[in-house]
Every structure is written in structure tokens, then in C-alpha cells.
């Protein structure tokens, strides 16, 4: 059964810092692309950001470019999200997705990911 298991959220200040990860089991994910999304109440889920199977190529959107950084761990096929700078605006629940392919899918919607973690709470005060 492939799984998907998020954790790391939590409560932090504005300015703080967390690290997801995303460890995954019943499928070789480390042969797939991997990405973020997040959804906060009310809104649409939204793409945060992407990496390439080989790690070598990542895409971020636009606002948490130069904040967050993701990476992964072949081996333990785990995909890890680094925020620092953490703002309000950021908080959400934050979902990792495993894609059909190897690169990054220029489709940055969530149909373009097949399976899918429970997500993890992220709450950042001001």
C-alpha cells in the first residue's frame, strides 16, 4: 500500500523556522519528481514547490522563493522542507505529492501529482 506520512508542523513566530518531511513506503518514490502544496481554510490548494527525481532541479513559487528550500534523501525516500523566515501568511496545511515523472511537471496543479500525503498543520503568529 503506498503511503505518504507529512510531519514537522507546528506553531511557530513570524520570522521562526521548521522542517517538514515526507517519508514515503509501498513505492520507490525516490524514481518520481516530488513537490509541497499547501491549503489554508477557504482557499484552493496551491503549489509551494517541486523537485526532480535526481534532486538536481527544483521550482519554487514566487512566494516562498528565497525562504524555503526542499531536498531529498533518495535512500530513505524522503522529501524534506526547509522554511525559515516563516510568515502568516504562510500557515496552512501542508501536503508532499509524489508526481508521474522524473522532472518537474510544468503543470504546477495538483492533477499533475498521484499520490498524496495527510498533511502537516503549519501556524505561524505575528
Known amino acids: 500500500q503506498v503511503q505518504l506520512v507529512e510531519s514537522g508542523g507546528g506553531l511557530v513566530q513570524a520570522g521562526g523556522s521548521l522542517r517538514l518531511s515526507c517519508a514515503g513506503s509501498g513505492r520507490t518514490f525516490s524514481n518520481y519528481a516530488m513537490g509541497w502544496f499547501r491549503q489554508a481554510p477557504g482557499k484552493e490548494r496551491e503549489f509551494v514547490v517541486a523537485?526532480?527525481?535526481?534532486?538536481?532541479?527544483?521550482y519554487y513559487a514566487d512566494s516562498v522563493k528565497g525562504r524555503f528550500t526542499i531536498s531529498r534523501d533518495n535512500a530513505k525516500n524522503t522529501v524534506y522542507l526547509q522554511m525559515n523566515s516563516l510568515k502568516p501568511e504562510d500557515t496552512a496545511l501542508y501536503y508532499c505529492?509524489?508526481?508521474?515523472?522524473?522532472?518537474?511537471?510544468?503543470?504546477?496543479?495538483?492533477?499533475?501529482?498521484?499520490?498524496w500525503g495527510q498533511g502537516t498543520q503549519v501556524t505561524v503568529s505575528s
Open positions: 523537485i526532480s527525481r535526481s534532486g538536481r532541479t527544483t
Open positions: 505529492a509524489v508526481a508521474r515523472q522524473v522532472t518537474i511537471p510544468t503543470n504546477r496543479g495538483p492533477d499533475a501529482y498521484d499520490y
